[in-house]
T-cell receptor, first 113, second 110 residues
Framework: EAGVTQFPSHSVIEKGQTVTLRCDPISGHDNLYWYRRVMGKEIKFLLHFVKESKQDESGMPNNRFLAERTGGTYSTLKVQPAELEDSGVYFCASSLQGSNEQFFGPGTRLTVL | QKEVEQDPGPLSVPEGAIVSLNCTYSNSAFQYFMWYRQYSRKGPELLMY????GNKEDGRFTAQVDKSSKYISLFIRDSQPSDSATYLC??????????FGAGTRLFVKA
């Protein structure tokens, strides 16, 4: 069974540009989560989807971040416009309905210059 | 004060040693406790998942939760060089927002 996949693995952009990260959860997992780890800090929760609905987006840092999960399958996280402090590793995770045993993807390393 | 405190290490032990990794937390509402292992440039891999207080064993790994002390531990027996990684504790209240510790870097020397 394929695990959580994320694309791209690494993205380097300039301040002010737009970047879109993609996450494909484990097949059949209704719950999808985004987390990020900035340099020297803990992994922080960003938001949680159940199917296509946002259940909790309390961790989204500001309105430059937009997450979508059209059709309840894959999800995208767009950062527009990117700032230097957005650099870090963005992780996606998924879990089965009713379970919070979360399985993580390999992450996307975002570098904003 | 952070909700979850974890010593970042690094922790260096010889092969075969028993490793003890720990976290403390402040939110008494946490009920679900996890340990993840993360290799360099990889995503966190779920190792242990426990509910409330008590012990759980899986092979060489034992997770302990003491809710009265707000303290959780992960023990690794017969440690191997392949166990060298960052170990992250994580916890939540039963919802889906999971809070992570900073991670402890472990080195097991052959």
């Amino acid at each position: 069974e394929a695990g959580v996949t994320q694309f791209p693995s690494h993205s380097v952009i300039e301040k002010g540009q737009t970047v879109t990260l993609r996450c494909d959860p484990i097949s059949g997992h209704d719950n999808l989560y985004w987390y990020r780890r900035v340099m020297g800090k803990e992994i922080k929760f960003l938001l949680h989807f159940v199917k296509e609905s946002k259940q909790d987006e309390s961790g989204m840092p500001n309105n430059r971040f937009l997450a979508e999960r059209t059709g309840g399958t894959y999800s995208t996280l767009k950062v527009q416009p990117a700032e230097l402090e957005d650099s870090g590793v963005y992780f996606c995770a998924s879990s089965l309905q009713g379970s919070n045993e979360q399985f993580f993807g390999p992450g996307t390393r975002l570098t904003v210059l | 004060q952070k909700e979850v405190e974890q010593d970042p290490g690094p922790l260096s032990v010889p092969e075969g040693a028993i490793v003890s990794l720990n976290c403390t937390y402040s939110n008494s509402a946490f009920q679900y406790f996890m340990w993840y292992r993360q290799y360099s440039r990889k995503g966190p891999e779920l190792l242990m998942y426990t509910y409330s207080s008590g012990n759980k064993e899986d092979g060489r790994f034992t997770a302990q939760v003491d809710k009265s002390s707000k303290y959780i531990s992960l023990f690794i027996r017969d440690s191997q060089p392949s166990d060298s990684a960052t170990y992250l504790c994580a916890m939540n209240t039963g919802g889906f927002k999971t809070i992570f510790g900073a991670g402890t870097r472990l080195f097991v020397k052959a």
